[in-house]
């Protein structure tokens, strides 16, 4: 599987965007797929997560009404909607996918893709 991140971009506070992750090769055995950020000087940290089957979604508390996390499976593709961003959203921003096959697990990662928020 391979996972390519898009939608980056230069953007004042309180703007949007929205970032896209698509994915090749056997995408239907991923049984979740997440977000991450790596800000300058932090620790890779989770934004929000999926999961097929049940569709649940997880939200970290510094984007919880702010970010929706969702997934396009007939497209391969999870998106990040990301609403009333601030300065402190500037990061790259990574997507993660785990599938489980037989008795073994495997994660992807994509290269990311860079989020800038201005003041």
């Known amino acids: 599987v391979q996972l390519v991140e898009s939608g980056g971009g230069l953007v004042q506070a309180g703007s949007s965007l929205r970032l896209s992750c698509a994915a090749s090769?056997?995408?239907?055995?991923?049984?979740?797929m997440a977000w991450y950020r790596r800000a300058p000087g932090k620790l890779l940290e989770l934004v929000a997560k999926?999961?097929?089957?049940?569709?649940?979604?997880n939200y970290s508390d510094f984007v919880k009404g702010r970010f929706i996390i969702s997934r396009d499976n007939a497209k391969n593709t999870m998106y990040l909607q990301m609403n009333s961003l601030k300065p402190e959203d500037t990061a790259v921003y990574l997507c993660?996918?785990?599938?489980?096959?037989?008795?073994?697990?495997?994660?992807?990662w994509g290269q990311g893709t860079q989020v800038t928020v201005s003041s």
């Open positions: 993660k996918g785990e599938a489980d096959v037989g008795f073994t697990h495997y994660e992807y």
């Open positions: 090769g056997d995408a239907r055995s991923l049984n979740e």
């Open positions: 999926t999961t097929t089957g049940d569709d649940t979604t």
